[in-house]
């Protein structure tokens, strides 16, 4: 089942009543605290109107499971290296004096266009990537940050496509299973017709 991600921006955040302030009746609103695991990737392909003829169009998706520890609810996000790059100078320009640029740590994009699918490259990205989630879902300053919380939602778009990848996936699995079956029964067919013909005339 999926979670609900509840979107909280600054003004919220800032506007949120004190414990002293709230009578019986009302409870304080709990800011999600999040536990990330990068749980598989995928490789795609840009989509028709953004692809370039100069620069391999095909790109890893980081696939994420979000835990809230004060609900236990679950969401999935998906992810692309580039996304974790933006939301990075945005961080990094927004807070200046968090030394960021080391507790953010992300690798060097590769000087060769297939290095980014490679297996290795990978595997280093998504040590990476989980440090760097860990870190932006347990400081106290990142964790209530609006690009943040908005990099932490949902993405409707992205998980449609997601799931198109997987009816695709289960679309051609169908298809050769019928195929086999087809070809399995053709085969008996023509065992069946040879063994007629051997018994009729030995």
């Known amino acids: 089942m999926w979670g609900t ?9 800032n506007n949120l009543p004190s414990s002293d302030n709230l009578d019986e009746n009302q409870q304080p609103i709990l800011m999600p605290k999040f536990t990330p695991t990068i ?4 490789t795609r392909e840009e989509e028709e109107e953004n692809q370039s003829i100069l620069f391999d169009n095909k790109f890893t998706v980081y696939e994420i499971k979000l835990v809230n ?19 990075k100078n945005k961080l990094l320009e927004k807070y200046p004096n ?8 992300l690798p060097k994009m590769g000087w060769f266009w297939n290095d980014k699918l490679s297996k290795e490259v990978i595997e280093e990205r998504k040590k990476y990537l989980l440090n760097f989630l860990n870190v932006i879902t347990t400081d106290p300053n990142l964790a209530s940050d609006e690009n943040v919380l908005e990099f932490l939602q949902c993405d409707l778009h992205m998980l449609e496509k997601a799931l198109s990848f997987f009816r695709s996936k289960l679309y051609n ?28 005339n030995f």
Not at 39 to 42: A, D, F, Q, V, W
Not at 69 to 87: A, C, G, K, P, W
């Open 5 to 13: 991600l509840h979107h909280f921006s600054v003004d919220t955040i």
């Open 39 to 42: 749980i598989g990737t995928e």
């Open 69 to 87: 520890s004060n609900t236990q609810e679950v969401h999935y996000l998906f992810r692309r290296f580039n996304e974790f790059i933006t939301l």
């Open 98 to 105: 968090l030394n960021l640029d080391v507790l953010l740590e």
């Open 173 to 200: 699995y169908q298809q050769r299973k019928e195929i086999k079956e087809k070809i399995y029964c053709k085969t008996l067919d023509v065992n069946n017709l040879l063994g007629y013909i051997l018994k009729k």
